[in-house]
Every structure is written in structure tokens, then in C-alpha cells.
């Protein structure tokens, strides 16, 4: 049985377009997305209301999840950091995660047959 790999994508939201029609191209059929708020590096922004100063920290994000066979996940994420980086802080992160099994629920499809 080959093995899987589960990678998480977290990104600006306005990346997502270009970044669902990258991932088509390279075969990969399905995913997740999940509106995010969080923060890394950027530590987010100050503003200023009404003569206050106060801090925005967590700033939204979408994550992206996928599960690929182990023999293109390596072009998936070669083609993700070439769709959604602009060499700026925030452009996100990309974690990726050993899967041990998959199973189609509707047909009982196990591993590479079911993603």
C-alpha cells in the first residue's frame, strides 16, 4: 500500500482562487477549507478608533486541507509556494502530516482508492 500524506495549507484568503485552480491542475480532487483567525510572525496591526490605539492580533486566514499519494506531494507543495507566496510576512504556512489510512465511507474504498 502506498502511503499519504494530509497537508495543511494556511493562507490569505484572497490567495484561495489561485490556489484551488493550481492544486487542479496537479490532480488533486478534493478539499477542506476552514475559515481561521491566528497569527505567526506578523503579530498583526495597530489601529486607531475614535483616538484610541488598540491592537488587531489575530487576523483571518483559510486553511486548506488535502490528502495527496506520497508521489506528488512534493509538485503539490512546489506549486502551492509558487501560487500564494508574494515574499511578504503572512503568507502563510504549510504543514504536512503521515495519513495511515483512508476510507470511502459510501463504497468502503480503502487508501489510495478512497481520496
Known sequence: M???KKIEIIIKSEKLEELKVALNELGVTGMMLTNIMGF???KGYTQTYRGAKYTVNLLP???VETVVCDDIYHQ???KVQETVATGNIGDGKIF???VAE???IRTGETGENAI
Open 40 to 42: 505567526g510572525n506578523q
Open 2 to 4: 502506498k502511503t499519504m
Open 102 to 104: 483512508a476510507v470511502r
Open 96 to 98: 504536512v502530516y503521515e
Open 76 to 78: 503539490v507543495l512546489t
Open 61 to 63: 486566514k483559510v486553511k
